[in-house]
């Protein structure tokens, strides 16, 4: 299996694997806050159910542009929100553009060093697919809203805000040590945090990320599209530039769900098990979560190391570097090293291996099944 040999990889570069870990970042008597950074879909919304479920508030929601344009993204979090009766959580939009990139020069890169198997907002525009049910990709707009793509109803509501990285910002000196920002699309907001202010990272309580495989080239090629897909990663390529900013600043810890969130995967079965128990969100999640092909519980795992780090039965504490070489195949991608060898303006993270899957689908049953409502949070 993939996760025990990369484990090994791992155990020879920090020798410092945890087993079954005990909680080191959650004090039981303290109150938890969040902030959820995501390129919001349809059934995009098992995350902040799970956040809510493990008792953490969540202070607001930003978009990000990855999987499309981030103002697609936040509507679809309006309108997730509105299902479930959660609209008293705020959604701010994040940046439109990456630091640097552009679709043309995504593009351009693909051409020389090959195309990606999802390439998320910088797709090249297809004004069919998106009459019909698609997000937008590419184009002369990025803010364009194509009215199709929501099948979880078009929100009544709009956004709180505009500027997701200011908001950021705001909360974790209102609550300086005790915001952990979930960052499950591109790391553009996290970075125009950490550069508009030099206190943010380090004042925030964690930043927990979903992306940032390691050595999975070959797995691109061994199967079929789905298994090229899931080893590729749109999240960290899409600006490289920003999660090189993100991921080196001095938050107090970093935790990655990389190759992990490869490690449980969607199936006809389990969302059978969800919908046993009806509701707005269980037929969201039963109809649309699979509408194409059964992937990777790949956000949701990211969001259950934040919510209950116990979930994490393996994993090492390395240093990381982003490429952000234009010119190199590995552009957007990271590589690890132990600290006798690492470069310089790099920091450890928590690079997670395997997690508890059983108690992952629990967690995420529970929450999809229950949902806590604003009703629920005023109380």
């Known amino acids: 299996m993939q996760f025990s040999t990369l484990a090994s990889v791992f155990l020879a570069l920090s020798g410092s694997i945890q087993a079954s870990p005990l909680n080191p970042r959650t004090n039981a008597t303290e109150k938890r806050y969040a902030i959820?950074?995501?390129?919001?879909?349809?059934?995009?919304?098992?995350?902040?159910?799970?956040?809510?479920?493990?008792?953490?508030?969540?202070?607001?929601?930003?978009?990000?542009?990855?999987?499309?344009?981030?103002?697609?993204?936040?509507?679809?979090?309006?309108?997730?929100?509105?299902?479930?009766?959660?609209?008293?959580?705020?959604?701010?939009?994040?940046?439109t553009h990456p630091i640097i990139n552009t679709p043309e020069l995504f593009q351009a890169w693909e051409s020389v060093h090959g195309v990606l198997p999802w390439e998320g907002a910088f797709k090249k525009f297809n004004a069919t697919a998106?009459?019909?049910?698609?997000?937008?990709?590419?184009?002369?707009?990025?803010?364009?809203?194509?009215?199709?793509?929501?099948?979880?109803?078009?929100?009544?509501?709009t956004a709180a805000g505009t500027n997701a990285a200011a908001f950021m910002i705001e909360q974790v000196r209102k609550y300086p040590g005790q915001v952990s920002i979930y960052c499950a699309g591109a790391l553009t907001n996290v970075a125009l945090a950490v550069r508009m202010d030099d206190q943010f990272a380090s004042l925030a309580k964690e930043l927990v990320i979903m992306g940032g495989y390691v050595d999975v080239n070959l797995l691109q090629t061994s199967g079929d599209y789905l298994q090229a897909d899931i080893n590729s990663d749109i999240?960290?390529?899409?600006?490289?530039?920003?999660?090189?900013?993100?991921?080196?600043?001095?938050?107090?810890?970093?935790?990655?769900?990389?190759?992990?969130?490869?490690?449980?995967?969607?199936?006809?079965?389990?969302?059978?098990?969800?919908?046993?128990?009806?509701?707005?969100?269980?037929?969201?999640?039963?109809?649309?979560?699979?509408a194409e092909a059964f992937f990777p519980f790949w956000d949701e795992t990211a969001m259950a190391l934040l919510a209950d780090p116990t979930?994490?039965?393996?994993?090492?504490?390395?240093?990381?570097?982003?490429?952000?070489a234009y010119g190199s195949p590995r552009y957007g991608n990271i590589h690890v090293y132990q600290s006798d060898f690492k470069p310089?303006?790099?920091?450890?993270?928590?690079?997670?291996?395997?997690?508890?899957?059983?108690k992952l689908k629990t967690m995420i049953k529970r929450s999809v099944q229950y949902p806590k409502s604003c009703a629920d949070l005023a109380a």
């Open 235 to 290: 999240n960290l390529m899409i600006d490289p530039e920003g999660s090189k900013i993100a991921l080196t600043a001095d938050f107090p810890d970093i935790v990655i769900a990389g190759n992990v969130a490869n490690q449980v995967m969607s199936t006809q079965e389990f969302l059978d098990e969800v919908y046993e128990v009806k509701n707005p969100y269980s037929e969201l999640m039963h109809k649309y979560y699979a």
């Open 36 to 95: 959820l950074d995501n390129d919001w879909s349809p059934a995009g919304f098992i995350p902040f159910l799970m956040a809510l479920d493990a008792g953490i508030e969540i202070l607001g929601i930003a978009s990000s542009t990855a999987n499309t344009w981030q103002k697609q993204g936040a509507y679809h979090a309006l309108a997730t929100l509105e299902v479930g009766n959660l609209s008293c959580i705020p959604v701010y939009y994040g940046a």
């Open 311 to 324: 979930i994490n039965t393996n994993s090492s504490t390395v240093y990381i570097d982003v490429d952000t």
């Open 130 to 157: 998106e009459a019909l049910f698609s997000d937008p990709t590419s184009g002369d707009d990025p803010n364009r809203i194509t009215p199709a793509a929501f099948v979880e109803g078009f929100p009544n509501i």
């Open 344 to 358: 310089p303006n790099v920091r450890n993270v928590t690079y997670v291996h395997t997690i508890d899957g059983d």
